[in-house]
């Protein structure tokens, strides 16, 4: 069974920075595209950074030079650098996955269960 498992999300000054951390594991042959998503309460889910296997990275225009999304393909982890945080950037920070597993002949996507950011002063 494939779980994406997020990490480090808490409360945040507005300034400060944080770092999230996603381990996916369970039968991964392969992992293309990781990204990062949000939802903030009453919106809908938005992207926030999405990284490729040979490490293409887009941002959404409300972080970019604030955010860094990068991964670590040998422990099938991907990381999302937040600086310089604002209140509007308070959310459930969800993290997403293309994985090949070794029973299956096609890429799925899988979501992480979500780590609350808070930044508030």
């Known amino acids: 069974q494939v779980q994406l498992v997020e990490s480090g999300g808490g409360l945040v000054q507005p300034g400060g920075s944080l770092r999230l951390s996603c381990a996916a594991s369970g039968g991964i042959f392969s992992i293309t595209t990781m990204a990062w998503y949000r939802q903030a309460p009453g919106k809908q889910r938005e992207l926030v950074a999405r990284?490729?296997?040979?490490?293409?990275?887009n941002y959404a225009d409300s972080v970019k030079g604030r955010f860094t999304i990068s991964r670590d393909n040998a422990k099938n982890t991907v990381y999302l650098q937040m600086n310089s945080l604002k209140p509007e950037d308070t959310a459930v920070y969800y993290c997403?996955?293309?994985?090949?597993?070794?029973?299956?002949?096609?890429?799925?996507?899988?979501w992480g269960q979500g780590t609350q950011l808070t930044v508030s002063s």
């Open positions: 990284i490729t296997v040979v490490d293409s990275t």
């Open positions: 997403y996955a293309d994985i090949l597993t070794y029973d299956s002949s096609h890429y799925v996507g899988f």
